[in-house]
C-alpha cells in the first residue's frame, strides 16, 4: 500500500466539493437542531429544491444562472414556510416526519416521468452550469495539485473554492447572529418554548426564521453540488444523505459554529481513508502477516458498505466517550434540564 | 399590603364569591374549561383589583394552575371571556355585530362571488374544452354547501364572506401562477387548485387570526407575566442571559439588526438593569455560571427576577414558595410584598395558609373548579367552607361521632351534583 497517496486521498477529501457542501448544508442544520431544537430529518430536501431550483431555472426558463440562483434560495424559502407553518405549533415530531416525507417527495416529483420537460425525469438535468464556470480564473482542461490537494480540474478547483469561501460566510453569519439577542431566543426556545412565551417571545416566530435561515444554507448547498458535478440528478437526493449530514454534524459537534464545517471534513476524509485502504486489501493477494487474506471474506464491491459500517463504528465509539462531538462542552451538556 | 398605612382599596367590598371590585385589572367572565366530561375551571366571575396582592387558594385539583393558564393564554377555555385592563383577551378585534338577513346576504354573496369567479377563470384558462358550465355549477354548488355549514358557527356568514373573497383572490393568484409556472395548458386545472386552497386557506387563518384570542406571548407583552409551578429556567444559558431574556422590545431580536450588530448599546442598558434585579434576589455571585447549576430555591428566585426584567404590570406566580427553603421563603416574600409599591398587581397561588396571611391583601379560594369564597385573609380564614375544603368537612370529628347514614347521603348528593355537570357539559 502507498500511504502516502493514501494520506494524500484522503486529505483531499476532507477539502473537496464534498465536504464543502455537507459543512454548508450541516451549518443550516446546526442552526435547526444545534440552535432551535428543530428536528430536521430532511435537510437533503432543501438541498434538492435548491439544486432543482437553479437547474430548472436556466434549462426551462432560459433565465441567467445568477437569477437561478436566486430562485433557488426562494424555493427554499418557500419550502420552509410550506413545512413550517403548519407544523411549528405542534410537538417537535411533527416537524420531522413533514421534512422526512417531504424530502422524497420533492424528489419523486422531480423524477416523475410527468415532469420530464420540466425537471428532467430521472435523467436530472445537465448543462446548466457553463455561465458560473466562465468567471474560473484556473484552467479548465488542466488538473492542480497544490500541497497534498488534488484537483482533477480548474472548474473542480474553482467550484470547490467558491463553496469554502460561501462556507467561511455562513459561519461568520451564524456566529454573529448566535451572540445576539436573536440567537439567545433561539437557544432559549431549544431549552423550554413555554419560558419564551411566558416572557413575551412568539416562539413561532422565531422557529420559522429558524427554519428559512437553516433550510436557505441547505439550498445554497445543494446548489454548488449540482454546479460542481454540473448536474441535478434525482437520486443524489436520497433520504440517507440527510443522514450522512446529521452525522458529520455530530461528529463535529451540535451547536458549535465549526462543529459541521470539522465534522463533514472529517467524515468525508474517513470515508476516502476506509475505502483506500481496504479497496487494495480486497483485491490483491494481501494479507496480514501471511496468516489472513482480506479477498476471502470482501470483494471490491462491498467496500462502499463495509467503509459505512466502519464509520457507523466511529461514530458509535465517539457517542459512547464523547457524547457531546469534537467541539462541544461536556459541562453543558451534563445540566439536566430541571 | 397588610400595614395600615394607605387606606384599602378593598374596604368596604363584600366577602362574596364573584364581587365587583373598585378599580379591577382582571376580570374573568363565565371561564368554563372541561377535558372531556371532568370540569376543571367553571369561574362565574372573578374580578382582581389592581395593585393588590390576590392568593389564590385551594385544595389539589381544586383549578387553581388550569386557571392561571387560562388567564395567561396557556391553555384556552371552551367558553367565557377574559378582559386585561379593558382589553378583551379573546378575540383581537370585535366581530362586526351583522343583523342574521345581513350576514347571510354578504356571507352568501361573498362566497358566490369568490368560487364561481374561481370557476369562470378557470374555465376561460382551460382551452382543451368548453367546461365552463361545469365549472360553474362545481363553484355554486360548493359555494352553497360551505354556505350551510357554516351559517350557524358563531361569526360564520361573515367568515364565510371572507373565505369567498380570499377565494377569489387566491384563484386570481392561481391563475397567474397558472399562467407563468405550468409547463403545459394541462395543468391549469392543478395550479388553479392551488390557487383555491392557498387563497382559502390563508383567507380562513387571517380570520381566524383576527378574531381569535391573543396568543399567550402577546398576553405577556401587555404586561400580565406569569411563573410557572415546576420552575422554568434556560439551564444552558448563563444566569445573566436568562434575565436578558425578560427584556422587552429588544433591537436585536429582531433578524436584521442581529446580523448588522445594532444592538450593542441597547444591551448594555438591559445588562444594567439585570445587574440591579440580580444583587436584589441575592444572585450576582451566580451571574455567569449556567442557570442549570443553580439549586431549586435559586431557581424559583431567577424565575421571579427574570418576569420582573419584563417591567410586568401584573405578576402571576404559581407556587412560588414550593421548595423553597425557609431562608430563601422569607426574601422571597419580602420581594412580593415590595411589588404593590410602584403599582404592581400580583396574583399568585399558595398551599401554605401562613403565607397566605402574610402576604396577602386578598384571598380567593377555589373548589372543584368553582370560587366558592373571597375575602381578606382575616376573614377566609375563619370560613368554614375555607376550612372544610381544605381540611375536610369532617375534620374536627372522630369516626364514632358521624352519623353514618348522614354521611352517605351528603357523598351521593357530591355524585349527583357531579353527574349532572357533566351532562350539561355533554349537552354542549
Not at chain 1, 430529518?41 to 431550483?53: C, H, T
Not at chain 1, 500541497?147 to 463553496?163: H, I, M, N
Not at chain 2, 369564597?373 to 377566609?380: F, K, L, M, R, Y
Request: glycine share 10%; proline share 4%; no cysteine.
Amino acid at each position: 500500500m502507498n500511504w502516502s497517496d493514501i494520506i494524500s486521498n484522503a486529505l483531499t477529501a476532507a477539502v473537496a466539493l464534498n465536504a464543502a457542501w455537507f459543512a454548508l448544508a450541516g451549518i443550516g442544520l446546526n442552526v435547526h437542531f444545534g440552535y432551535t431544537g428543530l428536528l430536521n430529518f430532511g435537510q437533503i430536501g432543501f438541498a434538492a429544491i435548491g439544486a432543482y431550483g437553479v437547474g430548472v431555472s436556466v434549462t426551462y426558463f432560459g433565465w441567467n444562472i445568477w437569477i437561478g440562483m436566486l430562485v433557488g434560495i426562494l424555493m427554499a424559502v418557500v419550502l420552509a414556510l410550506l413545512l413550517g407553518l403548519p407544523t411549528l405549533r405542534l410537538r417537535a415530531d411533527y416537524l420531522a416526519i413533514v421534512t422526512i416525507a417531504a424530502a422524497e417527495i420533492i424528489r419523486l416529483v422531480a423524477r416523475s416521468v410527468a415532469l420530464r420537460n420540466f425537471s428532467g425525469g430521472s435523467n436530472g438535468i445537465n448543462g446548466f452550469s457553463s455561465q458560473f464556470y466562465e468567471l474560473s480564473p484556473f484552467s479548465a482542461s488542466e488538473s492542480y495539485k497544490i500541497g497534498p490537494f488534488f484537483f482533477s480540474s480548474g472548474r473542480l478547483l474553482f467550484v470547490t473554492a467558491v463553496t469554502w469561501v460561501l462556507v467561511v460566510l455562513a459561519v461568520g453569519m451564524v456566529w454573529l447572529l448566535m451572540r445576539s439577542p436573536w440567537g439567545r431566543v433561539l437557544r432559549s426556545i431549544k431549552e423550554d418554548e413555554d419560558a419564551v412565551r411566558a416572557l413575551g417571545k412568539s416562539a413561532y416566530s422565531y422557529k420559522l426564521q429558524s427554519l428559512i435561515l437553516g433550510g436557505v444554507l441547505g439550498g445554497i448547498a445543494g446548489m454548488m453540488f449540482a454546479i460542481g458535478t454540473a448536474t441535478v440528478q434525482p437520486d443524489n437526493f436520497q433520504p440517507p444523505q440527510t443522514f450522512f449530514i446529521w452525522a458529520a454534524m455530530i461528529i463535529g459537534g451540535v451547536g458549535k459554529v465549526w462543529g459541521p464545517v470539522v465534522g463533514s471534513m472529517i467524515f468525508w476524509a474517513l470515508l476516502s481513508l476506509t475505502e483506500n485502504i481496504l479497496r487494495p486489501m480486497a483485491s490483491a493477494n494481501y494479507s496480514v502477516f501471511g496468516i489472513f487474506d482480506f479477498n476471502t471474506i470482501m470483494e471490491g464491491v462491498q467496500i462502499g458498505q463495509i467503509r459505512f459500517m466502519l464509520v457507523g463504528f466511529g461514530l458509535l465509539l465517539l457517542m459512547v466517550f464523547r457524547p457531546q462531538g469534537l467541539f462541544g462542552d461536556k459541562n453543558e451538556m451534563a445540566l439536566d434540564d430541571n | 399590603m397588610t400595614t395600615e398605612a394607605v387606606a384599602d382599596p378593598l374596604e368596604g367590598v363584600a366577602h362574596v364569591p364573584g364581587v365587583p371590585k373598585p378599580d379591577p385589572v382582571i376580570i374573568a367572565d363565565g371561564v368554563l374549561r372541561h377535558f372531556g366530561g371532568l370540569i376543571a375551571v367553571d369561574v362565574e366571575h372573578l374580578e382582581i383589583q389592581r395593585g393588590v396582592i390576590t392568593a389564590l387558594i385551594g385544595p389539589n385539583g381544586a383549578g387553581k394552575t388550569t386557571f392561571f393558564n387560562l388567564l395567561t393564554g396557556f391553555d384556552h377555555a371552551q367558553a367565557g371571556t377574559r378582559v386585561y385592563n379593558g382589553r378583551e383577551l379573546d378575540r383581537r378585534y370585535e366581530i362586526p355585530q351583522w343583523d342574521q338577513a345581513k350576514s347571510t346576504v354578504i356571507g352568501l354573496l361573498g362566497s358566490l362571488i369568490g368560487f364561481m369567479l374561481g370557476a369562470f377563470i378557470l374555465a376561460r384558462a382551460d382551452d382543451q374544452s368548453d367546461p365552463s358550465l361545469t365549472y360553474l355549477v362545481t363553484g355554486f354548488v360548493v359555494a352553497v354547501g360551505v354556505f350551510l355549514y357554516v351559517r350557524n358557527k358563531p361569526g360564520g356568514p361573515q367568515s364565510l364572506a371572507v373565505y369567498g373573497t380570499s377565494t377569489a383572490l387566491g384563484t386570481a393568484l392561481g391563475t397567474l401562477f397558472a399562467v407563468l409556472v405550468s409547463p403545459t395548458s394541462n395543468w391549469f386545472s392543478t395550479t388553479m387548485a392551488v390557487g383555491w386552497l392557498i387563497g382559502g386557506g390563508l383567507g380562513i387563518g387571517f380570520w381566524r387570526w383576527a378574531t381569535g384570542p391573543l396568543p399567550s406571548y402577546e398576553i405577556a407583552q401587555l404586561g400580565m407575566v406569569r411563573t410557572f409551578q415546576l420552575t422554568k429556567v434556560l439551564a444552558r444559558l448563563t444566569v445573566l442571559n436568562n434575565m436578558r431574556l425578560g427584556a422587552q422590545n429588544q433591537r436585536g431580536e429582531r433578524f436584521l439588526s442581529a446580523l448588522f450588530q445594532t444592538w450593542k448599546t441597547q444591551e448594555k442598558e438591559i445588562t444594567a438593569k439585570a445587574d440591579v434585579l440580580l444583587d436584589r434576589f441575592l444572585l450576582s455571585k451566580m451571574r455567569d455560571e449556567f442557570a442549570g447549576t443553580l439549586s431549586g430555591g435559586q431557581r424559583k428566585l431567577l424565575e421571579m427576577a427574570g418576569v420582573l426584567m419584563t417591567d410586568p404590570e401584573v405578576v402571576m406566580l404559581d407556587e412560588p414558595m414550593a421548595g423553597v427553603n425557609p431562608a430563601l421563603t422569607q426574601s422571597l416574600l419580602e420581594h412580593v410584598i415590595e411589588l404593590p409599591a410602584d403599582g404592581t398587581t400580583v396574583v399568585f397561588v399558595e398551599h401554605n395558609m401562613d403565607v397566605v396571611r402574610e402576604i396577602s391583601d386578598w384571598v380567593v379560594m377555589m373548589a372543584e373548579g368553582r370560587i366558592i369564597a373571597e375575602g381578606p385573609p382575616s376573614v377566609i380564614g375563619q370560613d368554614q367552607r375555607v376550612i372544610d375544603a381544605y381540611l375536610g368537612a369532617h375534620h374536627d370529628e372522630t369516626l364514632e361521632e358521624l352519623d353514618k347514614t348522614e354521611l352517605a347521603e351528603e357523598v351521593d348528593q357530591d355524585l349527583d351534583e357531579q353527574e349532572e355537570m357533566a351532562e350539561e357539559v355533554e349537552d354542549e
